[in-house]
C-alpha cells in the first residue's frame, strides 16, 4: 500500500488541533477538502483514524496508534527531500525546442526544489542531441528522430503534423492533405539532416523522379519566411504551427504520414536526484497537452 505523504500531513495536523477549522488554517485549505482528505486517508488504510461529531473531533484507537509512526514518515519524507537537494548544485538546464513548454513540470518540480535554479535554453530540433551529450543542458524536451549516442530518450506523446502552406497556394482551402500532395513540392530543409529528411519525404515522387530539394534553413522562423514568400512548404508538429501563427501562412493537416514524438532527452550516465525528480515531473505532467498521444516510455 503506498501512502499520500500529503495525507499524512493532514491527518497529523488535525490530530494535533482536534478542530477542522484550525487545521484547515493551518494547512490553507478549504475545510471540506480537508475531510475529504481525511476520508481518502482512512479508506487507503481501511480503518477510521477519528470520531468526528458536529461538536468534538477525537482520535480513534486505531488513529492514536498510526499518529507516531506518521510523524515518523513525514521526517522520513522531509529527511530524504533535503538530502537529495542537497546532493546536487541545486541547478538544472533545460532546453526544449520550438513550440513546446515545460512550464507545467517545472511548478509541479518546484512544488519540492522550491530553491532550485532552472535555466531555459531555446534548442533547434539538430542541437538537441549535442546540446545535452556536451552539458550545454542537462535535460531537453525536444522531438525525434535524435541520435541515440550517449543519450537516453524518453518518449512522452505523439503529435500530428501539419504542412505549412502560403495562403495563395492552391491547397490552402483544404482540410487535409496527403503526403503524396506534397510530391511536387520543394520542402525546407536542414543542411545534414538525413534522418529528419527521411522522416517525411517523398522520394521518388509517383512518377519516379526525384522530389525537389527546398531551400537550406537554420530555424522555424526562416522556413516561414519562405513559405510566406512562396518559395517552398514546410512541414512542422501541430504545436509549434500554433506557435507560429501568421496571417500569411496556413497549416493544413497531413493525414497520413507518421506523427511528431515529443521526448525527454537526458545523458547515459548517473543522474542526482534533483534531475530525476525534474524527469519524473516531465513524465507526469506531459500527457495533459492538447492534440497529443501518450506513448510507452523506454525508461532511462
Not at 522550491?114 to 531555459?120: G, Q, V
Not at 531555446?122 to 545535452?132: K, Y
Not at 541515440?148 to 500530428?160: K, R, S
Request: hydrophobic share 45%; net charge negative.
Amino acid at each position: 500500500m503506498d501512502l499520500d505523504l500529503r495525507l499524512v500531513r493532514s491527518f497529523t495536523v488535525v490530530a494535533e488541533e482536534l478542530h477542522f477549522g484550525r487545521a484547515a488554517a493551518r494547512l490553507h485549505v478549504a475545510q471540506p477538502a480537508l475531510s475529504r482528505q481525511i476520508r481518502r486517508l482512512e479508506q487507503s488504510l481501511g480503518v477510521e483514524l477519528l470520531d468526528r461529531t458536529s461538536r468534538r473531533v477525537e482520535l480513534t484507537s486505531a488513529g492514536s496508534s498510526f499518529l507516531p509512526p506518521a510523524r515518523r514518515l513525514l521526517a522520513a519524507g522531509e529527511r530524504a527531500r533535503t538530502a537529495a537537494q542537497q546532493d546536487s548544485d541545486g541547478r538544472i538546464t533545460v532546453g526544449f525546442s520550438a513550440g513546446l513548454t515545460v512550464t507545467a513540470a517545472v511548478s509541479a518540480f518546484r512544488a519540492d526544489y522550491f530553491n532550485a535554479e532552472i535555466r531555459m535554453k531555446r534548442l533547434e530540433w539538430f542541437e538537441q542531441h549535442d546540446a545535452v551529450r556536451d552539458g550545454r543542458a542537462d535535460v531537453c524536451v525536444g522531438r525525434l528522430p535524435v541520435d541515440g549516442t550517449d543519450v537516453a530518450v524518453i518518449p512522452l506523446y505523439e503529435e500530428p503534423r501539419v504542412v505549412m502552406l502560403p495562403v495563395g497556394h492552391r491547397f490552402a482551402g483544404k482540410e487535409s492533405l496527403s503526403i503524396l500532395d506534397l510530391a511536387t513540392e520543394p520542402i525546407a530543409r536542414h543542411d545534414g539532416a538525413v534522418a529528419w529528411d527521411a522522416f517525411w519525404r517523398v522520394d521518388p515522387r509517383p512518377d519516379g523522379r526525384p522530389a525537389p530539394d527546398g531551400p537550406i534553413v537554420e530555424s522555424v522562423e526562416e522556413k516561414l519566411e519562405l513559405v510566406a514568400n512562396g518559395d517552398c512548404i514546410a512541414i512542422l508538429p501541430a504545436s509549434a504551427a500554433h506557435r507560429y501563427v501568421r496571417d500569411d501562412v496556413v497549416s493544413i493537416l497531413i493525414h497520413d504520414i507518421s506523427p511528431s514524438t515529443v521526448a525527454i532527452i537526458t545523458r547515459r550516465e548517473h543522474h542526482p536526484p534533483i534531475l530525476l525528480a525534474f524527469i519524473d515531473a516531465l513524465s507526469r505532467t506531459a500527457t495533459s497537452r492538447s492534440n497529443s498521444v501518450p506513448v510507452d516510455d523506454d525508461g532511462l
